[in-house]
């Protein structure tokens, strides 16, 4: 069990900025990959941001440029700093861990209990 904790959602103003975290219960070493992902009103979960466990990231197209994720491996806390935000970057914001179950290669996913991001005037 991976036990996820997020926070630094609210309310934003188109062009401003927040910065989420999600501190993990054990060092972030030993998670595979830690993310990102977005569920916005009436749309499905999508993938925002990714961070492996040997610093590679990823960004989806539509925040590229804009967010950030990055860590804080002494802390076992990813963060997302979104920047530029749009009315469109307004969903409820998951922090992911994806682990490997034993010495296998199957993979399991954690989930924090999401945070609201609104951005609007």
């Known amino acids: 069990q991976v036990q996820l904790v997020e926070s630094g959602g609210g309310l934003v103003q188109p062009g401003g900025s927040l910065r989420l975290s999600c501190a993990a219960s054990?060092?972030?070493?030993?998670?595979?990959?830690m993310g990102w992902y977005r569920q916005a009103p009436g749309k499905e979960r999508e993938l925002v941001a990714t961070?492996?466990?040997?610093?590679?990231?990823n960004l989806a197209d539509p925040v590229k440029g804009r967010f950030t994720i990055s860590r804080d491996v002494a802390k076992n806390t990813v963060y997302l700093q979104m920047n530029s935000l749009k009315s469109e970057d307004t969903a409820v914001y998951y922090c992911n861990a994806r682990v490997s179950v034993g010495w296998t290669a199957i993979l399991s996913d954690y989930w924090g209990q999401g945070t609201q991001v609104t951005v609007s005037s």
């Open positions: 054990r060092n972030i070493f030993s998670i595979n990959r």
């Open positions: 961070i492996t466990s040997d610093g590679n990231t």
